[in-house]
């Protein structure tokens, strides 16, 4: 299978991708059912049947194809039994060529894993009548605030071309322990790799910068600081990672500096990171964009909660 094949099927956007490892053997039934131990064999089988899985080509796959050499599969999200999540996202601005959303704490913004129907995504898209309507760029579901996301396939390029040149300015706030050292801006620069723990968190690794964040104290409230980020780079949890690697983890991450995930259901802890700004010059009107999130931390903390 080409890569010229591959690169001309446009995945749909509740269509999820998975990466298949070079030392992968065995048959597409097999390597799912493995990789997302949560799902039933039966419901894998269920989805091959339905031509719900299929290759980087954008063909279906059946059950015993081998997965050797293919890279990466593509798979429909579909789930039988999805836990309603109880918050809601508030839409800031909407025109013909983007939607902004300001996201709560613990809703994902596209399918993946156990949520489906539960996204940001998903939902604008029936609230607004926007099938079309995709993301330009990653928010954490722990992470709260704005979401940029493309109304029009027709101009989503030039507004994904703003975040590979790294053109638009994000600005975020989080709550952690006060630190003297970053009472003055500080730049934390480091080679950010995926490994961890878990599949899904990232490492500080030796070698050449990839990542980049200028962090500040804002405001202090005794043995608490909020903190001012700006992201140079848009790695996978890149603040969550800079700032545990300095040694002030951000409140309430369930991920760095260790593990420790509440149980499900349980709100009582979000994480006290929230993306508060985004600014950008338009590419399609050329007019100076400036969008705020409504939303704030928890804060000032109280000084008796000490850290956890």
């Not at 059950?63 to 789930?79: F, K, M, S, T």
């Not at 809703?107 to 129907?117: D, F, I, Q, S, W």
């Not at 490492?203 to 405001?219: D, H, K, M, R, Y």
């Amino acid at each position: 299978m080409s890569g010229a094949v591959a690169t001309r099927w446009q995945r749909p956007p509740d269509w999820s991708r998975v990466g298949v490892p070079a030392a992968a053997h065995g048959t597409a039934l097999d390597f799912l059912a493995a990789r997302f131990a949560h799902i039933a064999r039966t419901d894998w089988q269920e989805r091959i049947a339905r031509r719900q899985v299929r290759g980087p080509d954008g063909e279906p796959l059946a059950a015993g194809a081998p997965v050797a050499g293919l890279g990466h599969l593509y798979y429909q999200r579909w789930l039988s039994d999805e836990t309603p999540i109880p918050f809601e996202a508030r839409v800031l601005h909407r025109d013909e060529h983007i939607v902004v959303a300001d996201k709560p704490h613990f809703l994902p913004v596209a399918p993946a894993g156990l949520y489906l129907e539960q996204t940001l995504l998903r939902r604008l898209q029936h609230a607004l009548g926007l099938p079309q309507l995709a993301p330009l760029h990653r928010l954490d579901k722990d992470t709260a605030g704005l979401v940029l996301l493309s109304a029009n396939p027709a101009t989503s390029n030039a507004y994904h071309r703003l975040f590979r040149e790294q053109q638009v300015h994000k600005e975020y706030e989080a709550v952690a322990a006060h630190d003297a050292r970053f009472e003055q801006p500080y730049w934390h620069r480091s080679r950010m790799e995926e490994g961890g723990p878990r599949f899904f968190t990232m490492c500080e690794v030796p070698g050449e910068p990839n990542s980049a964040t200028l962090l500040q104290i804002a405001e202090r409230a005794g043995p608490w600081a909020r903190y001012r980020l700006q992201p140079v780079s848009g790695k996978k949890h890149q603040l969550r990672l800079h700032m545990a690697a300095l040694g002030v983890p951000i409140r309430h991450d369930p991920f760095y500096p260790e593990i420790n995930d509440p149980p499900s259901g349980d709100y009582s802890r979000p994480l006290q990171l929230l993306a508060r700004r985004l600014r950008f010059r338009d590419p399609v009107s050329g007019a100076e964009r400036v969008f705020e999130s409504t939303r704030a931390l928890q804060w000032p903390v109280d000084p008796a909660d000490r850290f956890e």
